[in-house]
């Protein structure tokens, strides 16, 4: 029986899939934590600058103007951190497949091992049969020539 287990570089390359796969993830994450604080850094910026109440009416148009394009970069910072999160569900389902494929790998592994030990337990087994065997037929032997000579 083949000792070596033939899907070892398989197996190798599954598990590397894996850990790229599961830096991705990380990656993802980080990337959303980066995204949620731009999204809390423009809320703030929003929420600071009120419309004014008094002024000429040439600045208050300017300062709502101002808070229209805060309130867009708020919209996109939030939408960032949807993507990000989105990203980040398409890189743990793409984590999620390459464990499974290593998996696959792994138990096809150790049903090779169990065979492997099944294997030599029989040969072992096959080995104490035969002397066994093989010591009964030679007491037999010299228990007949002793038997006989007496």
């Not at 040969?123 to 037929?137: H, S």
């Amino acid at each position: 029986m083949n000792r070596l287990f033939r899907l070892g570089p398989v197996l190798r390359a599954r598990k590397a899939q894996e850990d790229a796969a599961r830096g991705a993830v990380i990656q993802s994450r980080a990337e959303i934590r980066e995204a949620e604080a731009l999204l809390k850094r423009r809320r703030l910026e929003l929420t600071g600058a009120d419309a004014p109440t008094e002024g000429t009416a040439r600045a208050m148009v300017a300062s709502l103007v101002a808070r229209q394009s805060l309130a867009a970069g708020l919209f996109s910072a939030q939408r960032m951190v949807t993507d990000a999160e989105d990203l980040e569900r398409e890189k743990i389902a793409a984590l999620t497949e390459a464990a499974k494929k290593r998996r696959a790998v792994e138990m096809m592994a150790e049903r090779h091992a169990e065979a492997v030990r099944d294997h030599d337990l029989r040969v072992d087994q096959a080995n104490l049969d035969e002397l066994a065997v093989t010591a009964k037929a030679r007491q037999a032997a010299t228990g007949s020539q002793d038997g006989g000579s007496e």
